[in-house]
């Protein structure tokens, strides 16, 4: 049986050795074995650990991964560490996103869904950019209603950051 110290299984997983005591600390991750004046990890934390992170990228709070890893088996762990999203996945908000953003934009299995196909859209609309933040913006058609104007500058007064000096 393959055993890591606290740094050797922090590597593995690509996180911080602090992650992990945080994680233990939360419940996301048993306790280690103690040998000695040393701590033992296994092949199950460094699986909870992948399996923590796949569900962070797709956007699921802590709270839902603990619950949802509560008594789930090693294998179990393991497929959804190497991408398996359990099923019925929860689409869930990132930080500072409206959650009725995500369920707006989410397919029915979850995942995002295709941009909108626009059939025989009228060439030589005027659209008006609208910069949140650095690599997000946010597109306006000019003869949007007012309704859709108020929304983009709404979103823009929440979440924009201030453009650095001399970038525009």
């Known amino acids: 049986m393959t055993t890591y110290k606290l ?3 922090a590597g593995e997983a690509g996180v911080a050795p602090r992650t992990v005591r945080y994680y233990v600390q939360r419940g996301l991750l048993p306790a280690p074995e103690f040998r000695g004046k040393d701590t033992a990890y296994g092949r199950e934390h460094l699986a909870r650990l992948r399996a923590i992170k796949a569900l962070q990228q797709a956007h699921w709070p802590l709270e839902e991964i603990q619950a949802r890893l509560a008594g789930a088996g090693v294998d179990e762990i393991e497929r959804i560490a190497a991408g398996a999203l359990p099923p019925g996945a929860p689409p869930t908000a990132p930080p500072g996103v409206p959650p009725a953003v995500i369920t707006r934009c989410a397919g029915p299995d979850g995942a995002p869904a295709p941009p ?3 059939a025989g859209a009228p060439r030589g609309e005027r659209w008006e950019r609208v910069e ?3 690599g997000v913006e946010l597109h306006v058609r000019s003869d949007a209603p007012d309704r859709s104007r108020r ?3 709404d979103i823009e007064s929440r979440y924009a950051t201030p453009a650095p000096k001399g970038s525009r």
Do not use: G, S
Request: aromatic content about 0%.
């Open 132 to 134: 949140i933040a650095d």
């Open 116 to 118: 909108p196909q626009v």
């Open 151 to 153: 929304i983009a500058l």
């Open 7 to 9: 740094d050797e299984l």
